[in-house]
């Protein structure tokens, strides 16, 4: 059942102008200090950390796999989850999926409320609604999947919400929308008003993470856009990422392009005329950074904090393989937390109530420890 508190449609296409780095000036605890005569002992305020979910492409499990986080006891102890969609196609997946939940919508997320144990959601609700099939690919459905994600990156630009985790979108969808978009840290960057080339991808998959040089591009457009200057920026991204998830001296390692890292020159010089020289740039800015090594062999390295990879598929088939449902991709270098899936949309078992939330469990614990 939905009960709607509030009135109004969240603005999720509304432009939304980048803020410094570093966590919302609420985060973590604050003290009540005793007005001047007042007798009372001083009482200690906690302000829970908030995680927006935008809920992904409604045709797709995105719905189901944001419910049942919300709804999963390791969540509900680490923050306060508020879901971003709409709250009508909320309850249809619900019941499709057989999941017990009682949904709060809600036009602000100051209007939430967590004290009754109710799913909160911020209402982004949709005029095309209706039209949307579950395990279809439609254009409503990629504007819908992009709306939801851009309301939750505009929350936490404001500072309303600590971080956001999404549910996967399907690019075929969105394309048929006409919208442009070619995967999460591209579009985070634009709705940042920050540099697309200053955002990367890290998965996070167990105690490995990886981040990407370049990602959702041809392997000829990917190998043309590996320069000394971008594998420098995604070195520093990545120092900078770790440092915020808490690792003080961050220690990593950097692939090359070629087998074998170019075999000093017979398979390719990239290394040696790009790679290498961007680390030891970032090693003379203090950074603890090692490479070029094989992309086949390095992920055996120890004391390895983070992996630096040239292509989609050196990352992505390596943390798939530790971690087929739970890996999870961080977008870094935006001046937002920002996770999402590190999987796809599942239209063939959408409505089915048999996705596994693993990974969006994982996105949400993640950032609640980052913030």
Same mark, same amino acid.
């Given at each position: 059942m939905i009960r709607i508190s509030g009135h109004g449609r969240a603005a999720a296409k509304r432009r939304v102008p980048?803020?410094?780095?570093? *966590?919302?000036? =609420?985060?973590?605890?604050?003290?009540?200090?005793? *007005?001047? +005569?007042d007798d009372r002992r001083a009482e200690r305020v906690v302000r829970r950390t908030k995680i927006a979910i935008a809920t992904g492409d409604p045709a797709g499990i995105g719905p189901e796999i944001a419910l049942k986080a919300a709804l999963d006891p390791k969540v509900r102890a680490a923050c306060d989850p508020i879901l971003i969609g709409d709250a009508a196609l909320l309850e249809r997946h619900a019941k499709a999926c057989g999941l017990a939940v009682n949904l709060r919508a809600v036009a602000r997320i100051g209007d939430a409320d967590w004290s009754d144990g109710r799913v909160q959601v911020l209402n982004c609700a949709r005029d095309d609604a209706t039209t949307i099939e579950l395990g279809k690919i439609a254009p409503a459905a990629g504007r819908a999947s992009i709306a939801f994600c851009a309301a939750a990156i505009e929350a936490a630009v404001a500072r309303e919400v600590d971080a956001v985790a999404a549910a996967p979108q399907h690019e075929t969808s969105i394309a048929q929308a006409k919208i442009k978009f070619d995967g999460h840290p591209s579009f985070v960057a634009r709705q940042?008003?920050?540099?697309?080339?200053? @955002?990367?991808?890290?998965? =996070?998959?167990?105690?490995?993470?990886?981040?990407? =040089?370049?990602? /959702?591009?041809?392997?000829?457009?990917? #190998?043309?856009?590996?320069?000394?200057e971008r594998v420098e920026r995604?070195?520093?991204?990545?120092?900078?990422?770790?440092?915020?998830?808490?690792?003080?001296?961050?220690?990593?390692? @950097?692939? +090359?392009?070629?087998? /074998?890292?170019?075999?000093? +020159?017979?398979?390719?010089?990239?290394?040696?005329?790009?790679?290498?020289?961007?680390?030891?740039?970032?090693?003379?800015?203090?950074?603890?950074?090692?490479?070029?090594?094989?992309?086949?062999?390095?992920? /055996?390295?120890?004391? #390895?904090?983070?992996? @630096? @990879?040239?292509?989609h598929d050196q990352g992505h088939i390596a943390a798939k393989l530790l971690a087929p449902h739970a890996a999870v991709a961080m977008s870094i270098g935006s001046p937002i937390l920002f996770a999402s899936v590190a999987h796809g949309t599942g239209h063939d078992i959408a409505g089915k109530g048999i996705a596994n939330p693993a990974a969006m469990i994982e996105a949400v614990l993640r950032l609640s420890k980052a913030v």
């Open positions: 980048a803020i410094p780095m570093g *966590k919302a000036p =609420c985060s973590g605890n604050r003290d009540r200090r005793d *007005k001047p +005569g940042t008003g920050t540099p697309e080339d200053d @955002v990367y991808m890290m998965l =996070c998959a167990g105690d490995i993470k990886i981040a990407h =040089c370049t990602l /959702h591009r041809s392997v000829r457009d990917a #190998i043309a856009l590996i320069t000394r995604t070195i520093r991204a990545t120092d900078a990422a770790l440092k915020r998830l808490g690792i003080a001296r961050p220690n990593i390692a @950097v692939s +090359g392009l070629n087998p /074998h890292a170019g075999e000093g +020159g017979l398979f390719g010089r990239d290394e040696i005329e790009m790679i290498k020289p961007a680390i030891e740039t970032a090693a003379a800015a203090g950074i603890a950074v090692t490479g070029p090594f094989g992309a086949d062999t390095m992920f /055996h390295m120890k004391d #390895i904090d983070a992996f @630096v @990879v040239m292509l």
